[in-house]
């Protein structure tokens, strides 16, 4: 693919899509990991969805909000019972705060989650609340780190090439794996045949970039009955361009759910691509008298290689928590690493991580409950050492393993998001309630970034 035969980008700037907000309705991104909140600042985060924690986030003056659902990490039958839950909580807050709701899907730039179950879990409720979903707008981009859609076909950027999807190693998962690199064909195939490729419409980089609003608003309001749209990108103009025809299309009474990656987060709430985070915001948020924690759960091939970089750059003490001794004697290995981890912070940096080794059950279900154990493991051990010895930061590599941390391990249910630590990826929350308020927590997905990423990160928490 040759990005010289692409057609101009259209300009969209973000001040016009901010304009148009103006009496939209407020977004709540319901997040199947942390790491939707990379390209994103100064939007509040929920972790847990009591009707009283939406209301504080509807009373903040922001374009939207996220809930952190972690379903990624939960079997179909109970990811769908929690976003029916944290969707039913939504709206009964708005309801009583008297504001609209758009909900969108938020999950993989590389596809991997529960599709198209998430999105039909919330029309179900909404359409049991009187409401409909005319349409399902898929946008899964994640332009920071070189996903993009073009052609109706998803690639990740690699050093070499634009390498489609399905070649990847994130399409081999042995829990979301697929086979189709044209979205339209995932579609089908996720599905299982329910929705046909040929009833997706896709909306292309033709037709955002030579087009117009008013164009890509009448293709919208044809859109009924649930139908999936698919949206090309390639720059962020191209997103803008797609929601503020999503925008026109909802005020003349359409209504869709989205399903997105981190890109459309940034787009649908008016926020530009932001410089990392300041050193002099950073250096007021890490205590430099004391060390930080690592948490590493992340199994894909680039982690284990930035782990390694970073070994090459600093000293750190390394505790690992083997998979198959956490599947047969889990208390007391458990105990000893925590030990070794509690000593080992009084004098430095600490990695805190699973065995890179990747165990698989015999089928989706098994290998799901491995995850399950050995994630509950981590975040036991997390806890345990941050209770005991609390440390300077705590990075947590990996979606699952970042929403289990944040939840299980440090209890965080309220934070905001303050940006991040490297352009467009890699997040920092401020907690601003419960045992970790104050604690800088560092939202690190395990696909994002180069070899050198995660020594970068550090670098920068231990030098400002």
């Given amino acids: 693919m040759d990005p010289e035969s692409l057609p101009a980008v259209r300009p969209v700037p973000a001040a016009e899509v901010r304009q148009a907000l103006t009496g939209a309705r ?12 990379q390209t994103v600042r100064d939007l509040p985060v929920l972790t847990q969805w009591r009707v009283e924690n939406v209301r504080w986030a509807l009373r903040q003056d922001t374009a939207g909000f996220f809930v952190l659902t972690n379903t990624r990490s939960l079997a179909p039958e109970d990811a769908a019972a929690r976003d029916r839950e944290v969707a039913e909580a939504c709206l009964t807050a708005a309801e009583q705060e008297g504001v ?41 981009a994640y332009t920071d780190a070189g996903r993009v859609t073009i052609g109706g076909v998803h690639w990740l950027r ?6 489609p999807v399905a070649d990847s190693e994130f399409a081999k998962d042995a829990t979301f794996g697929f086979r189709s690199s044209r979205l339209a064909e995932w579609v089908a195939e996720k599905s299982r045949g ?13 037709d955002i970039r030579d087009g117009s609003t008013q164009s890509l608003h009448d293709r919208l309001t044809g859109v009924s009955d649930g139908r999936v749209v698919v949206v090309d990108t390639a720059e962020d103009d191209d997103l803008r ?7 026109s299309a909802e005020r003349a009474g359409k209504s869709f759910v989205y399903r997105v990656g981190p890109s459309f987060v940034r787009a649908r709430t008016g926020q530009d691509a932001e410089p990392p985070i300041e050193d002099e915001t950073l250096a007021a948020l890490v205590d430099r008298e004391k060390h930080g924690l690592v948490v590493v759960g992340s199994h894909v091939g680039l982690t284990s290689r930035q782990l390694a970089k970073l070994g090459e750059r600093r000293d750190f003490v ?116 419960g045992p970790a308020q104050g604690l800088p927590y560092i939202v690190f997905a395990g696909n994002v970034g180069d070899e050198n990423s995660l020594a970068d990160v550090i670098d920068r928490l231990e030098t400002v």
């Fill in 318 to 433: 390394n505790v690992e928590l083997d998979v198959v001794a956490l599947l047969e004697r889990p208390a007391e290995h458990i105990a000893t690493a925590v030990a070794t981890a509690v000593a080992a912070l009084e004098h430095g940096l600490v990695v805190l991580s699973t065995s890179r080794s990747l165990v698989k059950g015999g089928n989706e279900a098994e290998s799901l409950d491995i995850a399950r154990r050995v994630s509950a493991a981590l975040t036991e051990a997390v806890g345990r050492v941050v209770a005991t010895r609390r440390p300077g930061f705590v990075v947590a590599k990996g979606g699952i393993t970042s929403s289990d941390v944040a939840t299980g391990s440090l209890g965080i249910d309220r934070a905001w998001v303050r940006g991040s630590l490297l352009p467009g990826i890699v997040s920092l929350w401020e907690p601003v309630s």
């Fill in 194 to 206: 329910r929705i046909s490729a040929d009833e997706v419409v896709e909306l292309t980089l033709d």
């Fill in 241 to 247: 361009a797609a929601v503020l025809a999503i925008l």
């Fill in 100 to 140: 609209r709701l758009a909900f969108a899907s938020r999950s993989d730039s590389t596809l991997r989650g529960h599709f198209p179950l998430e999105t039909d879990v919330i029309g179900e409720l909404l359409a049991k609340h009187g409401g409909a979903m005319d349409g399902v707008v898929l946008a899964p």
């Fill in 26 to 37: 407020r977004v709540v991104f319901l997040d199947d990991d942390p790491t939707g909140t």
């Fill in 158 to 163: 690699t050093p070499e090439r634009l390498q």
